[in-house]
């Protein structure tokens, strides 16, 4: 059967707590709102560049009834967020395996299709979207006031401007064998959670508008057995952050405790049940010197 694998989603995207009043804030706006939202996300990009940590990745195969398949496999990557260089409001995530199912990572995970659903090297930040450069592809609403952990929150929903995805299959772009990806927009919706007194984003959850039919080149569909057209049923994910202490200097930061998502594709491609989760988290201070976390 073949193998799909996902571009990678998550990671170091969160923010420096702010200093919190009494209560909840009157609610704003939804320009204002999202203005706020942007200023802390910037911020973050700068200060997570001497932040590291441990990503757990673990991804277990199911059918399309949702029962599992097989074995799940677990992958170990420090991580790093970096923006330099990029373009203002723009970060990327950068992976370094260290374990693969519980051993050093071998030369055959780089090509082998075992190693198909393993987290990318490089990795768009996942907060991106609510910055001024990538706003306008969306469309956002205010959604009330809830909360998340006792926290009071603003409910943001958000959804794709441009309401038709138009996907194409590709073969994977690491190189791994029976393994694909797929390009091109695709229509998503979902809800945001954030803090009513500082302006971190505590939760998100995001999925496609419905079942999206994904061409398959011709060339891929000789080479590979597979139909003209492959469904992607249902692709939800969710993350959230939790609030982490350093010291020397003292500060607490909202860095993300975990994401978990979950795909079903039909036609020949593999459905999928993945989580991150994040750990062991570090910060540079000075040229060289690291902090652990309280």
Not at 109 to 127: A, F, M, Q, V, Y
Not at 169 to 194: A, K, M, Q
Not at 271 to 278: A, E, F, L
Request: with cysteine.
């Amino acid at each position: 059967m073949a193998k799909h694998v996902l571009a990678a989603l998550v990671v170091l995207v969160a923010l420096e707590g702010a200093p919190t009043t009494a209560g909840a804030q009157a609610e704003p706006g939804i320009d204002e709102l999202l203005a706020r939202v942007g200023e802390r996300i910037a911020d973050f990009y700068a200060k997570a560049q001497h932040v590291i940590c441990t990503e757990v990745s673990t991804v277990q195969p199911i059918d399309l009834s949702y029962s599992s398949q097989g074995f799940a496999r677990t992958v170990e990557s420090e991580l790093r967020v970096e923006a330099d260089g990029l373009e203002p409001g723009e970060a990327r995530v950068v992976r370094e395996v260290r374990r693969v199912n519980g051993h050093a990572p071998r030369e055959k995970d780089k090509k082998n299709r075992d190693g198909c659903t393993d987290p990318t090297p490089l990795s768009n930040e996942p907060l991106e979207f609510l910055l001024p450069a990538h706003r306008a592809e969306y469309q956002f609403k205010l959604a009330g006031l809830s909360k998340e952990r006792n926290r009071p929150a603003f409910l943001i929903d958000f959804t794709s401007v441009n309401r038709r995805s138009d996907l194409e299959l590709i073969e994977d772009p690491g190189g791994h064998d029976d393994c694909f990806d797929w390009t091109g927009d695709i229509v998503s919706r979902g809800r945001i959670w954030v803090d009513a007194t500082g302006y971190d984003v505590l939760r998100i959850e995001r999925s496609v508008g419905g079942p999206v039919s994904v061409r398959v080149p011709v060339r891929i569909q000789r080479r590979h057995n597979l139909d003209i057209r492959v469904v992607i049923m249902r692709d939800d994910m969710t993350i959230r952050y939790r609030s982490v202490a350093f010291s020397d200097p003292d500060e607490t930061l909202l860095l993300p405790e975990s994401v978990y998502s979950f795909t079903v594709v039909s036609g020949g491609l593999q459905s999928t049940r993945r989580s991150q989760v994040y750990s062991d988290y570090k910060r540079f201070v000075g040229d060289s010197r690291i902090v652990e976390r309280d």
